[in-house]
């Protein structure tokens, strides 16, 4: 019984001082890490949409207009998807005619080596000037596709292909469905 | 100190050079060094982060190695690695963003590399700090010398490339297997295989 108690309570002790000292170092360093995202994040916007000199924020975190001087330039969108191993964040930007003007990869845990590849602008760039028909694997579609997956994975590519082509289309739809 | 306790001690420093190497020898964590080996620069950054996380764990261990009874010494070494993983995980987010933004993927891989785990059950909860210390660093040097060479291998063959720079020709076409997970297997094969004929030429 003596044992069992000292177990526990060592056990509880360990624990304890183990999420202290988390707790301790994640109010030091959480808001460090915040700015720091929000500064790339922000740079992100920048790189994807160049025409723009002022972002306008219009769904919280997710969608932003692209303005410059005052006039609307593009649209941008944070995208979140599904990938090999885990969520990839995407942020790209189209103008306003729906053509596409930068892919940023903003964070992923793709395997390194292979997947990871989607953050090379090797990768990124062949989205730029891309309708939305086009954005698709070759492999998927040889007659429109006009995307090269990465050897080795495919899967990673075919996630941020299909995020931003279903990003692309729910804005086409919702375009149309505007104008009647 | 005296002669032999600096002996022993330079002894817990080298033997995880060759003679009880982390991936030739003890064979743990292979999974970590199949995952992070495709390219030089990663298995770099791996073998960094590793050993970091391997010496400060080595020491938490061996300085509570006493207070934790055995029964239940394997939660409390988990607690002690992943708390250490995070911890460093969050001080290179927030004040090495350059250095997190390329090791990111790896830091969280540690927890799962067993070879933190082995050292800790077989080796730092019965010594000393100081040994435990020097077990540490022998560990993760030989760890991250020899992912960063099958990486330099996996890279060079299957891409062309060694820490980034095209070392092959350009008419090369790269022998994808090696970058692919089957590769790893194959090349820690070759260099287990070298490996015994070192031993058994040089320490029998």
Redesign the interface.
């Known amino acids: 019984m003596r044992?069992f108690i000292?177990?526990i309570s060592?056990?509880f002790v360990?624990?304890g001082l183990?999420a202290g000292?988390?707790a301790v170092?994640?109010a030091?360093?959480k808001e460090?890490?915040a700015t720091?995202e929000e500064r790339r994040r922000d740079a992100a916007l920048r790189e994807v949409c160049l025409d723009a000199d002022e972002f306008k924020n219009v769904t919280p975190d997710r969608v932003w207009e692209g303005l410059r001087k005052g006039q609307r330039v593009g649209y941008i969108f944070l995208r979140e998807v599904q990938g090999y191993s885990g969520p990839i964040t995407l942020v790209f930007g189209t103008n306003s005619d729906g053509t596409i003007t930068g892919l940023v990869v903003l964070s992923h845990?793709?395997?390194?080596?292979?997947g990871?590849k989607i953050a090379t602008a090797q990768f990124r760039d062949q989205f730029k000037n891309k309708r939305l028909e086009q954005v698709m694997l070759k492999k998927d579609d040889p007659a429109k596709g006009q995307i090269d997956a990465i050897?080795?994975a495919t899967i990673s590519s075919r996630a941020v292909t299909g995020a931003m082509r279903s990003t692309l289309e729910s804005l086409g739809k919702e375009e149309a469905g505007g104008g009647k | 100190m005296t002669e032999t306790g600096f002996r022993s001690l330079l002894k817990e420093l080298t033997k995880g050079f060759v003679k009880e190497n982390p991936i030739l020898v003890i064979m743990l964590g292979l999974c970590a060094t199949l995952?992070?080996s495709?390219?030089a620069t990663?298995a770099l950054g791996m073998g960094l982060a590793f050993s970091f996380v391997m010496v400060g764990s080595n020491i938490v261990v061996a300085t509570?190695r006493k207070?934790?009874?055995g029964?239940?010494r394997i939660?409390?070494f988990i607690?002690?690695i992943?708390?250490f993983v995070?911890?460093v995980d969050?001080?290179l987010?927030?004040?090495f963003?350059a250095l997190s933004q390329s090791l990111g993927?790896?830091v969280p891989l540690i927890v799962v590399n067993c070879i933190v785990m082995g050292r800790a059950e077989a080796f730092s909860s019965k010594n000393t700090v100081m040994a435990s210390l020097m077990d540490g660093i022998g560990m993760g040097i030989g760890f991250t010398f020899i992912i960063t060479v099958i990486g330099a291998i996996r890279?060079a063959i299957g891409?062309g490339t060694l820490f980034g720079h095209q070392v092959m020709p350009s008419q090369y076409q790269p022998f994808?297997i090696l970058?692919?997970p089957p590769g790893a297997f194959l090349v820690i094969g070759f260099l287990m295989a070298l490996h015994r004929k070192v031993m058994i030429t040089f320490y029998k």
């Open positions: 044992d000292k177990m060592i056990l360990v624990c183990a000292s988390l170092v994640n030091v360093t460090r890490i720091y845990t793709e395997t390194p080596g292979l990871a050897t080795g | 995952a992070c495709t390219s990663d509570i207070l934790v009874p029964q239940v939660p409390v607690t002690v992943s708390t995070t911890i969050y001080t987010k927030a004040y963003p993927v790896f890279e891409n994808l970058i692919l």
